[in-house]
Structure formats: structure tokens, C-alpha cells
């Protein structure tokens, strides 16, 4: 499939402004804001971060159409589901991923704050700093922009992201900012992508092990999620910019 880059809007810089190309594709297509990413930074520079979760394969069905060369960054924190490091493995294979980059937290970070595994429970915050939000820093160092699967529709802070948003120095892409959960089934059954293994028990949206629980079907999608606690992210897009947390990590 061939998909077409949305023009880039006329600048005397080199890249525009991330306020720039929001408007630019606010109404664009998920394959056009890839398209147009891959177009403005290249493929070098340019990763899509995936948990490979419930609604992942999406996502990387639209990339994978448009290029399915474009490096991806997969956070194992050590706390996955075994499930979900299968349906990684499933849809490698299937949309013939070829640059899947496995990243794990720093052994040395873990021996020193968490070496009894019980971070989770006493301080989830810093369990998700060492566990996903500094390696991810780490892993999007090489890259000058990101590409990201939140949607409008899960609400909380993620109700009002913007298509494309500044990170610190890096140019941050929401492809999926506008589309609904209709156009993800949509996506899923025209490409007859498999399920994520756990969404059948119950689990609409899946992270780490100890922190991710049942939904029921009149619940948001991510009340499973730090179930009882005031937590709603991990932190990777809402903690500071990855240039600095690389620089001190």
C-alpha cells in the first residue's frame, strides 16, 4: 500500500514546529501522520514506542504499512505478562516487523531500588521511573522524533493530546489522537489481526503484572490499571523530557 505524506507546511527552518504540523494533520489519517514523520525525519531518526497491548496491533498494522522497517521500541520491564511477550513474538511475525528493540531497565537501577521486587506495591511511581520511564529515555536517545498509540478516547490527560506535540527536543506523534474504538475494530478485522491473548479474560488493557486487573465491559478501558490507587500513567508521557532523564539516569 502506498500511502502519501501530508505536505509539510512552509517554514524557514528546517523541521516545522511541532504547533505547526498539529495543524497541519489534525485531521490526517494515522497512516498520513506516519507517512509524514517518516517523510520530515527519516527512518534513522524516527521510533515507534509499543507495549504491545490490547489495542498495539493496530498501530502497528497502519506502520507497518507505510514502512515496516521503522524501529520499535518495546519496554520488558520485568513484570510483563507472559502473554504479552508471546503476542510481541505473534506480531513480529505476522506484520513482518523488522526492527523490534527489546529494552530492559538497569540491572544496577534495580539492585539498588528495588532488589526485593516490592516496589511496585510501596512506591509504583519510582517502580515505573526505573522499570520503563528511564530506559525508554535511554532507548529514544538515537532519535529525533517518536511515534506513540494514545487516543483521545481513553480520557484522563490522554482526552486533549494533540497530533504532534514537542518532547523536550524531540518532535512527539500521536497518530492515533483522533480515531475511536469503532476504527480500531475496524482495523483489527479487515486485517484479521490475532487478539491480544488476556483480552478474552477480561483484560482491556494490559501493562506490568502486578499493577494491570480485570475490567468489566461498562468500566473505561484502562480501569484495570492501578486499580484503587490515584496513578492513571506510568509516567513516559507525562515525566519529564527523555533528554533529561537520559542525562541523568
Known amino acids: 500500500m502506498t500511502v502519501c505524506a501530508v505536505p509539510l507546511p512552509s517554514t524557514t527552518d528546517t523541521v516545522p514546529s511541532a504547533a505547526a504540523l498539529h495543524r497541519s494533520l489534525r485531521d490526517a489519517s494515522p497512516a498520513e501522520v506516519i507517512a509524514t514523520a517518516l517523510k520530515l525525519v527519516g527512518r534513522d531518526q524516527l521510533a515507534l514506542v509499543s507495549s504491545f497491548g490490547t489495542e498495539s496491533a493496530a498501530l502497528l498494522k497502519v506502520m507497518a504499512d507505510v514502512d ?4 520499535i521500541v518495546f519496554l520488558d520491564t520485568g513484570w510483563l505478562f507472559a502473554e504479552t511477550l508471546a503476542y510481541r513474538d505473534t506480531l513480529i511475525e505476522r506484520l513482518d516487523l523488522r526492527d523490534v528493540r527489546t529494552i530492559k531497565p538497569s540491572e544496577a537501577k534495580l539492585a539498588s531500588e528495588d532488589a526485593d521486587g516490592e516496589l511496585w506495591f510501596t512506591d509504583p511511581d519510582t517502580c515505573c521511573r526505573i ?23 481513553q480520557g484522563g490527560a490522554r482526552a486533549t493530546i494533540p497530533v504532534v506535540e514537542q518532547d523536550g527536543a524531540r518532535l512527539k506523534f500521536n497518530p492515533f489522537a483522533n480515531v475511536s474504538r469503532e476504527q480500531i475494530i475496524a482495523i483489527f478485522n479487515d486485517a484479521k489481526l490475532p487478539p491480544h491473548p488476556l483480552l478474552a479474560s477480561g483484560y482491556l488493557s494490559v501493562g506490568c503484572m502486578p499493577c494491570t486487573s480485570r475490567s468489566s465491559a461498562n468500566e473505561d478501558s484502562r480501569a484495570g490499571r492501578w486499580r484503587g490507587r490515584p496513578k492513571t500513567e506510568c509516567g513516559i508521557h507525562t515525566s519529564a523530557s527523555a533528554d533529561a532523564l537520559a542525562s541523568s539516569a
Open 131 to 153: 522499570r520503563k520511564v528511564e530506559p525508554l529515555a535511554r532507548a529514544l536517545a538515537p532519535f529525533s522524533a517518536w511515534l506513540n498509540g494514545r487516543k483521545r478516547f
Open 68 to 71: 515496516p522497517a521503522i524501529p
